[in-house]
Each structure stands twice: as structure tokens, then as C-alpha cells.
């Protein structure tokens, strides 16, 4: 039987917790993940715990924030004027933006903090510094 290896393209089904048992995602519902092993389509963690796998095989993967999204870095939290958002745009305390870097990239931020002349922006990957838990099952090797 074919276990998944680097190089393959595979599916899954998936479902990810945090540590406190909240599911941040899943697949259900939705048609399973694709993704080729070893091009960094997916985080560290998740693509090494699917090889060695066997279609229908099920599993829980433990991911160190390390492998994951990885650590906060408090350099990628900014204090911007507050004119560079939007007028229009009603901001509050954990709303979560994209902001177009000048590369035309496309970057998630949280609003951590408004302050009259300034918004302090979050540009952490929201789950960085979280180790994940996921429930994966190999649906297909291709």
C-alpha cells in the first residue's frame, strides 16, 4: 500500500483545534485540502504529519507554534496615523484587516489598539504563538 511521501500530491479531510479545544477550521463541509508534500503549501507541522500516511487512514497531529504560524513577534506589531485607514471604514479592537503592502501582497493585520491619531496594528498570523492540534484523514494520494 502507498504511504504519502514528498513529492506527492494528496487530500484530506481535516479538523484544527486550539490547545483550549475551540476548532479554529475544518474541511467539513467542503471538499479536502489538496496540497503537494514539501512545497510549503500548507504549515511544517501539517505536512509532516501526513507522510508516512495510508489513504483512509485517520490521525491527530500535534503542531508546535514553532511548526505552525510560528512565534509573535512583537516587531510586527506597528502604530500607524489613523489616516492611512480608510475613512469609511468603522475600525474596532480586534477587527481584523487586510493591508496591501507595496508589492500589491495582500497582509492580514488585527486592529490591536486606537488611540486618537494612531491605530496600533497586530501583523501576527493570528494563530502565531499557538500550538495546533488537527484530526486528519488521508483521502487520496494522487
Given amino acids: 500500500m502507498k504511504t504519502a511521501q514528498k513529492g506527492d500530491t494528496v487530500a484530506v479531510e481535516y479538523t484544527g483545534k486550539l490547545e483550549t479545544g475551540e476548532t479554529f477550521d475544518t474541511s467539513k463541509g467542503k471538499p ?42 512583537k516587531n510586527y506589531i ?41 491605530v496600533k496594528v497586530d501583523f501576527n498570523h493570528p494563530l502565531a504563538g499557538k500550538n495546533l492540534k488537527f484530526h486528519v484523514k488521508l483521502v487520496e494520494i494522487k
Wanted: hydrophobic share 35%; net charge negative; aromatic share 4%.
Fill in 32 to 73: 479536502p485540502l489538496e496540497f503537494e508534500i514539501g512545497k510549503g503549501m500548507v504549515i511544517k507541522g501539517f505536512e509532516e504529519g501526513v507522510i508516512g500516511m495510508n489513504v483512509g487512514e485517520e490521525k491527530d497531529i500535534t503542531i508546535a507554534a514553532e511548526d505552525g504560524y510560528g512565534k509573535r513577534n
Fill in 78 to 118: 506597528k502604530e500607524l496615523p489613523k489616516k492611512s485607514i480608510p475613512k469609511d471604514l468603522e475600525i474596532k479592537e480586534g477587527m481584523l484587516l487586510i493591508f496591501k503592502r507595496e508589492d500589491s501582497m495582500r497582509v492580514p493585520a488585527t486592529i490591536r489598539e486606537i488611540k486618537d491619531d494612531t
